[in-house]
Nanobody, 123 residues
Framework: QVQLVESGGGLIQPGGSLRLSCAASGFNFSTSTMGWFRQAPGNEREFVAEIARSFTYYKESLKDRFAISRDNSKNTLYLQMNSLKPEDSARYYC??????????????????WGPGTQVTVSS
């Protein structure tokens, strides 16, 4: 049974950093494309970043502040977020597409989702 569990969210002041984690189980993590998405209240869920093997792809406006990575030995996906802004406040979700070898990009193409972790950027 596939499980994705995000952690690492919380309340952070503007300018601060957070690292989100997504623990994966029930599928072959190392051969899966993994992604991060986020959804703020009243907004649609939006793409943040994804990693296919060791290749990364970002939402253009976030690539200078966010970094996606993976540790295949721990079946864990990460999102390092720096210089956080209030507009980064959202629920962050990880998603997986087992067996994919390249970028997926579109949320409808992802097969599995975690419940999300809340990030609130506020002073």
């Amino acid at each position: 049974q596939v499980q994705l569990v995000e952690s690492g969210g919380g309340l952070i002041q503007p300018g601060g950093s957070l690292r989100l984690s997504c623990a994966a189980s029930g599928f072959n993590f190392s051969t899966s494309t993994m992604g991060w998405f986020r959804q703020a209240p009243g907004n649609e869920r939006e793409f943040v970043a994804e990693i296919a093997r060791s290749f990364t792809y970002y939402k253009e406006s976030l690539k200078d502040r966010f970094a996606i990575s993976r540790d295949n030995s721990k079946n864990t996906l990460y999102l390092q977020m720096n210089s956080l802004k209030p507009e980064d406040s959202a629920r962050y979700y990880c998603a997986s597409k087992p067996g994919a070898t390249w970028f997926v990009r579109h949320e409808k193409e992802y097969d599995y989702w975690g419940p999300g972790t809340q990030v609130t950027v506020s002073s």
